[in-house]
């Protein structure tokens, strides 16, 4: 999967995008994510619980790439739960079932379109 991102200059943009298939691997370090999100992760049924997990994970990523400190910023610094986090807009990506994604953009603007095209080489 190819992801790429372009914002005006000055914008500080981040993105994250997992394959359905790491959900086992996120929820090993869900112990880590706030307790709000812990609950919101920890629905019934197994297919949602894994597309929760998923979501969770992708938009604290595109924070921690936006912010650029990566995992040196705590899974438990801030909330993804809303469409505002840590100072950045979030926006969720439309891509296939088969994966997850989240566009960070910082609030030092509007909220720019996401637009996602299947890859045709």
């Known amino acids: 999967m190819v992801i790429l991102a372009l914002a005006p200059a000055g914008r500080t943009v981040g993105v994250d995008v997992e394959a359905a298939a790491s959900a086992d691997r996120i929820a090993a370090v869900s112990h880590y994510f706030l307790p709000e999100e812990q609950v919101y992760a920890a629905c019934p049924g197994p297919a949602e619980r894994r597309r929760r997990l998923l979501r969770v994970w992708t938009r604290k990523e595109a924070v921690m790439k936006a912010d650029g400190r990566g995992l040196g910023l705590s899974l438990d610094a801030f909330s993804v739960l809303g469409e505002v986090a840590f100072g950045y807009h ?32």
Request: glycine share 6%; hydrophobic share 40%.
């Open 90 to 121: 979030l926006r969720d990506l439309d891509l296939p079932d088969s994966h997850c994604g989240t566009l960070a953009l910082d609030k030092s603007g509007p909220v720019l379109p996401v637009i996602t095209r299947p890859w045709r080489a």
